[in-house]
């Protein structure tokens, strides 16, 4: 027999409080009587006791089981017998590798895990399945519980955030599709409603404070500026102020380090500057507190200090006046030969009057596109168009003069995807920002080129201002979990990830998914190769203090549990209702107390 309420069972510690009305004795009443003669022979002596000889009628032994049955109706019994088909869901995500009293949060659920496989039958089938990235089954063949033990032995948390998904939703159509008898989640989240006669959610850990590193950058100061910067954002997920220092490193040396203090429920944020350039870095606070995972972070500097820049256009000339500016190398082809082209080594590419069927992968500048681009449709030309509004602050308005910056010629753009409007005019965007998959991409509804220096100034310091913000974006690090963009796969190429684990390369193979580790991937191509940072980025995992609860919200009905649970509780219900009214009919409560014979003066008492 299982409980799927058990909660309700501590109610079966009340039951003795119905002694407590037989207990107490009524308070004495005075009343008349007109002689004590009555009371003087075979009167009972009072009893010393406080509360006198307790008589329980037989309607407290009924009123006592009535209530006991209607504690078992509420913790929802059920008679079961062993499953025999079971999914065992495993939450791997970020927040499971917490420690609680020194052992993490992953190892408390595999432990929880092999004592559910221990009740299992021997004969039993189990699936086992992994929640992060994705919720996927990891075995191909049915596993027998002593296997599905050993292989959740051998599984480890990843360093990525939790996937949005309606547990409650999925779980039982999981159990519905594949028949399951009973799929067991185990997590670190709080499961509110209770349990449901298929699913059962095993939670582990309780709620901790915790210090993170949400962010950290490396770039320079501009693209003709070669002194390295750095930032450092630092959350406090507690209840107290905390004072902590932060080391910047790199190569396993440290480079600087600053002492800061964080306010409770607060994020503080730190400067470097000046200090050598190196291919990665590392930034780490001295805390010891639950989640060293978010401890650290990682950054990779630009790969070089000039901005290589791939420019298709039909107007070469106008494209290649970019050559005259500091840090920028730049190589011209026409539209039709962009598919032919080797695009490994650049860091920008600009679409002068042309779009690719589909966007690039590496940052990419759209100048007045065709009315195929993927990101805008265009409006009808506006002349001499003046700029009626812009974002400020951002990296692309910066010290710019817009009463002075007037295009000749310009076309109203009409995003078709979600992103940040960076200039208006009277007559809809001119500038439109999209940033997806930590790839930048920008939208001009009007030509910043050629390139004219002091002779059109506003336009000029527009135009450096969109390269630092390109240049910027070429050292940003992305998610966990996000994958590595491949180009130009050459035999014997390999990507080496932060825990040692080393992937051969197939030509052919667009982007590396694996990214399931922070820190810093390596590939290598030929006699070189390139770094890639990915850190954990996701709030809700450094935040250990009130996960989100799993909310079931009721059982479903599917052919695998009715075999194998029989609930019994309604049965329980009927039977207290029942006895419910055997007891009103039997101590009826409108029956009235005895009452007292009238009283007799003496000449009546005389008179007998």
Not at 201 to 218: E, K, M, R, Y
Not at 237 to 254: F, M, N, P, Q, V
Not at 375 to 388: H, Y
């Amino acid at each position: 027999m299982e409980f799927i309420n058990p909660a309700a069972l501590f109610g079966l510690f009340a039951l003795p409080l119905l002694l407590i009305p037989y207990l107490v004795r009524r308070k004495p009443r005075r009343l008349v009587f007109s002689s004590l003669l009555l009371f003087i022979e075979g009167g009972a002596q009072a009893s010393p006791r406080p509360f006198g000889r307790v008589h329980l009628p037989p309607i407290f032994f009924l009123q006592l089981l009535l209530l006991a049955l209607l504690v078992l109706a509420l913790s929802e019994p059920v008679f079961s017998v062993r499953p025999t088909n079971v999914a065992l869901v495993l939450d791997n995500s970020a927040s499971m590798q917490a420690l609680e009293d020194g052992k993490a949060r992953f190892a408390l659920a595999k432990e929880r895990l092999g004592a559910v496989v221990g009740d299992l039958s021997p004969a039993g089938q189990v699936d086992l399945y992994l929640t992060t990235p994705r919720l996927a089954k990891i075995n191909r063949a049915t596993l027998t519980p002593n296997q599905a033990a050993g292989a959740a032995n051998g599984l480890a948390a990843y360093d990525i955030g939790d996937a949005p998904m309606d547990y409650d939703q999925v779980l039982r159509q999981l159990a519905r599709e594949q028949k399951y008898d009973r799929v067991y989640l185990f997590t670190d989240h709080p499961a509110t409603g209770g349990q449901t006669a298929t699913t059962r959610i095993i939670s582990v850990g309780q709620p901790q404070a915790n210090l993170a590193v949400t962010g950290f950058d490396v770039h320079r100061a501009s693209l003709i500026n070669a002194r390295m910067q750095a930032s450092v954002a630092v959350a406090n997920y507690s209840a107290k102020d905390e004072k902590i220092r932060i080391t910047l490193k790199a190569e396993g040396a440290t480079l600087a380090s600053r002492d800061i203090a964080v306010s409770a429920e607060k994020t503080a944020t730190a400067a470097f500057e000046g200090f050598a350039e190196k291919p990665g870095y590392e930034v780490e606070i001295d805390t010891r507190d639950a989640l060293a995972l978010d401890n650290r972070r990682f950054a990779v500097a630009p790969g070089s200090r000039n901005l290589r820049i791939l420019a298709v256009t039909p107007r070469p000339q106008a494209a290649a006046s970019l050559k005259s500016i500091q840090g920028v190398n730049v190589d011209v082809i026409a539209p039709n030969e962009y598919g032919k082209a080797d695009r490994t080594s650049y860091g920008l590419e600009i679409f002068h009057y042309s779009a690719p069927a589909q966007l690039p992968d590496k940052p990419a500048l759209f100048i007045l596109p065709p009315e195929s681009s993927p990101l805008v449709d265009l409006g009808a030309p506006v002349p001499n168009t003046q700029i009626s509004g812009w974002r400020e602050p951002h990296a692309l308005t910066r010290y710019v003069n817009f009463t002075l910056f007037r295009p000749t010629y310009a076309r109203a753009l009409r995003p078709q995807a979600a992103g940040q409007v960076i200039l208006e005019s009277p007559n809809g965007a001119l500038a439109f920002a999209v940033e997806q998959r930590g790839t930048r991409y920008l939208t001009l509804g009007f030509d910043p080129l050629p390139y004219l220096g002091r002779e059109n100034l506003p336009m000029s310091i527009f135009t450096l201002n969109f390269l630092d913000w390109f240049f910027e974006s070429s050292a940003r690090s992305q998610a966990t979990g996000e994958p590595i963009p491949l180009s130009s796969i050459a035999t014997g190429d390999s990507l080496t990830t932060p825990t040692g684990e080393r992937f051969n390369l197939k030509a052919g193979q667009g982007y590396f998914a694996a990214t399931f580790h922070q820190g810093i991937y390596r590939r290598t191509r030929g006699g070189g190769g390139e770094i890639f940072a990915r850190n954990l980025d996701d709030l809700g995992e450094s935040d250990l203090r009130a996960p989100t609860a799993v909310e079931l919200r009721g059982q479903t009905a599917n052919g695998g549990s009715a075999s194998v649970l029989f609930s019994f509780w309604p049965y329980l219900l009927v039977a207290v209702l029942l006895l419910f009214m055997l007891e009103w009919f039997i101590f009826p409560r409108s029956a009235q107390a005895p009452r007292l014979a009238p009283r007799r003066s003496w000449r009546q008492w005389a008179s007998r």
